[in-house]
């Protein structure tokens, strides 16, 4: 339910979904754990995040000086139907007061560069950061000139200064957002959705080894809790509703098949996948062969666990595989999605015109269409299609 609930998201172009803090905490530390200076010296920009409303925002601010930032910038961007109204962080002060002529709500911009007690109570909390932009102490709080668009020139002049990304972007410009990351070539740590990673612009950075999954995939069951603004709330697919420290409700949904984008190393990246041989997978798990694609050189594997050891040859698995994939175990070579696959694995013809009629024959509706490269094969002699697939090998030479 919650993934439709982000699908109409995307379609109406709204993504106002806000990542817990919680789940942030989460996958930061796991690459704390296997480098603590990771953001040491580092200038982070959270170019998605309004900091009124963001949980980037007050994580990282709120961990400055523990994660040795150097600075931390932030920007939103203005037609959020909830700018300025979920967090309530600087109280009724919402912005500095706008130039005759511009709309209420703005595009902020917030440049951090020290943090401290400045209320003198023996503690840091975000109310010292509100004090502390107020009176512009070291820091900087301005409106943009712009609508904050991550794509328009001075959000990529913020861009050009920082050092490592770090945001929930919106899924409906993913392809381009991370493109852009590249472009710049910037370290990064997005949220994105797990079909991304057949997007004929990124699976060949998957396939380089240029862009990993992160963390919390191999922990949280590839699930996140998002909070969600009132405003765009479906109340059917609400799985809790809290309350604020302002008293304003916040309202929690599920959404499965969310991941963490990244190219920052983090341990569990090369933990290698604990296989059985193809005579026990066939024994203790499926009871049967595998079974051959007939437009692939490859065999289907429909389970990440059913994935042989001592098997040689190609085998198609699912798009979950890269959430424990280890690049010093497995060598990837396409994907089925969009056919990114060398020629050598592609059978020719392809899928027979019999295969076609086959399946169609058999109840099979809407997965095949003319020149589709969706990998498909005959099981106890009814024709299949298999979902996304990823074409892997084991990795024989070291990286």
Not at 70 to 94: C, E, R
Not at 174 to 199: C, V
Not at 233 to 240: F, G, K, S
Request: glycine share 6%; with cysteine.
């Amino acid at each position: 339910m919650a993934n439709k609930n982000l699908t109409n998201a995307k379609r109406e172009k709204n993504d106002e979904f806000y990542t817990q803090y919680s789940d942030i905490q989460k996958e930061i530390e796991a690459y704390l754990e296997y480098d603590p200076d990771t953001f040491k010296d580092k200038v982070i920009y959270c170019n998605c995040d309004d900091p009124f409303e963001s949980n980037f925002f007050r994580y990282f601010v709120l961990n400055f000086k523990r994660l040795g930032l150097k600075q931390l910038i932030t920007t939103s961007y203005k037609p959020s139907p909830v700018a300025n109204t979920q967090l309530a962080l600087f109280g009724d002060d919402k912005t500095l007061k706008p130039i005759k002529g511009r709309p209420k709500i703005t595009a902020n911009k917030f440049i951090i560069n020290d943090v401290g007690d400045m209320d003198g109570d023996g503690a840091f909390n975000l109310q010292d950061i509100a004090m502390q932009l107020k009176a512009n102490k070291n820091n900087e709080w301005a409106p943009l000139d712009g609508d904050g668009d991550f794509r328009s020139q001075e959000c990529i002049e913020l861009l050009q200064q920082s050092d490592i990304v770090v945001t929930n972007p919106p899924f409906s410009l993913f392809r381009e957002y991370i493109t852009q990351l590249f472009a710049h070539k910037k370290q990064f740590l997005i949220i994105g959705n797990l079909n991304a990673i057949t997007y004929k612009e990124i699976f060949p950075m998957i396939k380089g080894n240029k862009v990993w999954l992160g963390n919390n995939a191999r922990v949280n069951g590839g699930a996140m809790f998002y909070e969600i603004p009132e405003a765009i709330a479906n109340l059917d697919q609400v799985r809790e509703i809290k309350t604020n420290e302002q008293g304003k409700k916040i309202y929690i949904t599920r959404v499965q098949g969310v991941r963490w984008f990244t190219n920052l190393d983090h341990g569990r990246l090369y933990q290698p996948i604990p296989l059985m041989t193809e005579a026990d997978v066939i024994k203790f798990s499926t009871n049967k062969l595998f079974v051959h694609y007939d437009n692939y050189d490859a065999v289907e594997i429909s389970l990440v666990k059913n994935i042989p050891k001592d098997y040689n040859g190609v085998m198609g698995v699912p798009i979950s595989f890269l959430d424990k994939y280890s690049p010093k175990q497995f060598e990837i070579l396409g994907t089925s999605d969009n056919g990114l696959v060398d020629d050598k694995y592609k059978k020719t013809p392809g899928l027979t015109k019999k295969f076609v009629d086959d399946y169609y024959k058999d109840g099979g509706t809407g997965a095949y269409k003319e020149g589709n490269p969706t990998a498909g094969y005959y099981e106890n002699n009814v024709a299949k299609m298999a979902y996304k697939r990823i074409f892997i090998k084991h990795r024989k030479e070291k990286l």
